[in-house]
T-cell receptor, first 114, second 113 residues
Framework: DAGITQSPRHKVTETGTPVTLRCHQT?????MYWYRQDPGHGLRLIHY???????DKGEVSDGYSVSRSKTEDFLLTLESATSSQTSVYFC?????????????FGEGSRLTVL | AQSVSQHNHHVILSEAASLELGCNYS??????LFWYVQYPGQHLQLLLK??????LVKGIKGFEAEFIKSKFSFNLRKPSVQWSDTAEYFC???????????FGSGTQLTVLP
């Protein structure tokens, strides 16, 4: 399995609080992604990174921000969590651009916003 | 924007039955196509991928998929399913020059022993 660690794995928080999810990789892959998985919607891309300090928005980026200060870490922040952000969040990595290879996924982080 | 449709939301089969899961996409240019599987409680993993060449692609665990460009389809098949194939299956598409992978909504496959 690819060396991807997500933390925390489970979190319950209240509406309006900030939340940060961390993705750590040991593969030295250039590309990192944050997806959310919701029933009936599959996986939707939130943000991705194509290098240190290089990030871009995905399909559902509103309410989320990201940072990548080191190759191995990609942080997803919910500045003020809302109930609609209750979801399972997956981090993924790829060595090259996604069109050249496969994504490797982390174990997921389940976030519940009350 | 690119969209990916998986029309079968839940498929229930008995062991040894044949499987075909549909996947259609909307982009008319060059595409890279993927099928991922998520076993219960696990993360997604790659089943197979198509970039170019032979439109019939073979993957792990006896799965295969056929790219039919004229139909914008990339259907997943397996001749004889097993109980251990119970999982959720996701089709995903990358427009050739894009950095993003767009996933379908998934098909839950339940195989009855």
């Amino acid at each position: 399995d690819a060396g991807i660690t997500q933390s925390p794995r489970h979190k319950v928080t209240e509406t309006g609080t900030p939340v940060t999810l961390r993705c750590h990789q040991t593969e030295n892959h250039r590309y990192m992604y944050w997806y959310r998985q919701d029933p009936g919607h599959g996986l939707r891309l939130i943000h991705y990174s194509y290098g240190v300090k290089d990030t871009d928005k995905g399909e559902v980026s509103d309410g989320y921000s990201v940072s990548r200060s080191k190759t191995e870490d990609f942080l997803l922040t919910l500045e003020s969590a809302t109930s609609s952000q209750t979801s399972v969040y997956f981090c993924a990595i790829s060595e090259g651009a996604v069109g050249t290879g496969e994504l490797f996924f982390g174990e997921g982080s389940r976030l519940t916003v009350l | 924007a690119q969209s990916v449709s998986q029309h079968n939301h839940h498929v229930i089969l008995s062991e040894a039955a044949s499987l075909e899961l549909g996947c259609n996409y909307s982009y008319g240019g060059t595409v890279n196509l993927f099928w991922y599987v998520q076993y219960p409680g696990q993360h997604l993993q790659l089943l197979l991928k198509y970039f170019s060449g032979d439109p019939l692609v073979k993957g792990i665990k006896g799965f295969e998929a056929e790219f039919i460009k004229s139909k914008f389809s990339f259907n997943l098949r397996k001749p004889s399913v097993q109980w251990s194939d119970t999982a959720e299956y996701f089709c995903a598409v990358n427009e050739g020059s894009a950095r993003q992978l767009t996933f379908g909504s998934g098909t839950q496959l339940t195989v009855l022993p």
